[in-house]
């Protein structure tokens, strides 16, 4: 009995602990330091405390980077549904942001982080559906170069192909047809990579 006691109190004392500085933050509506604890809790697997601190971030952006966070945790520990959940929750969030003076190009930004976000633990489809829906083209733009990059890290050279079609300059997508062609060239894909070359020649 006593030794149950003994690895149980730890876990209890961690919970007080946490609960104490949740009444504390959001007395003083610390966005920042409420996320921090969010990540703290999700790490020691207190799902559903992590989620609860990380909706009440005042601050959409950082309510949204709270939960993707969250969702990314989720992810490592194989728990799919709840992650998948928790991104679509901060993708909504995202979504609602002002886009317009004086915030012009806020919502791009923080979308543009999420989607790299998202491809980083390979969620690509969501990754390029959100880089496409970007407003603001020099934001796309560098967005979609950054994703174009982490594709071919991973050999996905035809997602990264046909998001270097839909850069908006021919110049830049000049520079990324040339960099997925070296990348299949490496990778022993010689007749790919002369397809590539001749589209890039030809814009």
Same mark, same amino acid.
């Given at each position: 009995?006593?030794?149950?006691?003994?690895?149980?109190? %730890?876990?209890?004392?961690?919970? #007080?602990?946490?609960?104490?500085?949740?009444?504390? $933050?959001?007395?003083? #509506?610390?966005?920042?330091?409420? !996320?921090?604890?969010?990540?703290?809790?999700?790490?020691?697997?207190?799902?559903?405390? *992590?989620?609860?601190?990380?909706?009440?971030?005042?601050?959409?952006?950082?309510? &949204?980077?709270?939960? !993707?966070?969250?969702? @990314?945790?989720?992810?490592?520990?194989?728990?799919? &549904?709840?992650?998948?959940?928790?991104?679509?929750?901060?993708?909504?969030?995202?979504?609602?942001? %002002?886009?317009?003076? %004086?915030?012009?190009?806020?919502?791009?930004?923080?979308?543009?982080?999420?989607?790299?976000?998202? *491809?980083?633990?390979?969620?690509?489809? @969501?990754?390029?559906? =959100?880089?496409?829906? $970007?407003?603001?083209?020099?934001?796309?733009?560098?967005?979609?170069?950054?994703? =174009?990059?982490?594709?071919?890290?991973? @050999?996905?050279?035809?997602?990264?192909?046909?998001?270097?079609?839909?850069? %908006?300059? &021919?110049?830049?997508?000049?520079?990324? $047809?040339?960099?997925?062609?070296?990348?299949?060239?490496?990778?022993?894909? !010689?007749?790919? *990579?002369?397809?590539?070359? &001749? @589209?890039?020649?030809?814009?």
């Amino acid at each position: 009995m006593k030794k149950h006691q003994s690895a149980a109190g %730890p876990v209890q004392q961690f919970i #007080r602990a946490s609960e104490r500085a949740f009444a504390t $933050l959001h007395k003083d #509506r610390d966005s920042r330091q409420l !996320g921090t604890l969010a990540w703290i809790l999700g790490q020691a697997h207190q799902w559903d405390r *992590a989620t609860r601190v990380a909706r009440s971030i005042e601050k959409g952006e950082l309510r &949204a980077k709270a939960l !993707g966070d969250l969702a @990314q945790l989720q992810f490592q520990a194989q728990r799919f &549904a709840q992650a998948d959940a928790l991104w679509a929750e901060a993708e909504q969030i995202l979504r609602l942001l %002002p886009n317009h003076w %004086p915030n012009t190009g806020w919502q791009d930004q923080c979308l543009s982080h999420f989607a790299l976000a998202l *491809a980083q633990v390979e969620h690509w489809e @969501q990754a390029e559906r =959100i880089v496409l829906s $970007l407003e603001e083209s020099e934001r796309k733009a560098v967005a979609l170069r950054k994703l =174009i990059q982490i594709l071919v890290q991973v @050999q996905r050279f035809a997602q990264a192909e046909r998001m270097a079609g839909a850069l %908006p300059r &021919a110049f830049q997508r000049v520079e990324a $047809l040339g960099e997925i062609a070296r990348a299949l060239e490496q990778a022993r894909q !010689g007749q790919a *990579a002369e397809t590539l070359w &001749a @589209q890039a020649e030809q814009l």
